[in-house]
């Protein structure tokens, strides 16, 4: 499913063939009765945020950028099937750290003329900047 069929999609189909959750796992992500609950699908009046709350349950990331990604059992799973842990992304940072040290040492060294053409083999990969809030 697309990023807008979750959201189209009912709350009936988001609960059960999505989540795979039973009507009282559903109840308690919304914090309510399982007869509340029920009484949202049977009537399709149901909060805004219902939706979100069983999608996030179900591990399916909503925001745009994320497009296709969801998380399982603890970790982020892109797209194309690959996952990655939350240690795996914690370490990002640490590895631009030593592209950049790699970089400064590599052009340093060219200065010098001791580098021909190796700094042209290695792949530099773009920084984002730390946001300073959300």
């Known amino acids: ?11 009936k189909t988001i609960r059960f063939e999505i989540g795979g ?10 914090h309510t009765s399982a007869r509340t609950y029920k009484k949202w699908e049977t009537t399709k009046n149901h909060p805004t945020w219902a939706k979100s709350i ?16 969801r998380i399982y059992e ?4 892109s797209p194309e099937g690959y996952e990655f842990s939350s240690g795996e992304i914690r370490s ?5 750290a030593l592209i950049a040290e790699l970089e400064n040492q590599l052009r340093s060294k060219d200065q010098f003329g001791k580098v021909d053409d190796c700094y042209n083999n290695v792949i530099i990969f773009p920084r984002n900047k730390k ?3 959300i």
């Open 1 to 11: 499913m697309k990023y807008g069929d979750f959201m189209e999609a009912g709350l």
């Open 21 to 30: 959750f039973s009507i009282e796992e559903a109840a308690a992500a919304c």
């Open 54 to 69: 069983l999608l996030c349950k179900a591990g399916i990331l909503q925001d745009k950028g994320f497009q296709g990604w």
């Open 74 to 77: 603890g970790k982020l799973i």
């Open 92 to 96: 990002i940072i640490y590895q631009y």
């Open 131 to 133: 946001r300073d809030s």
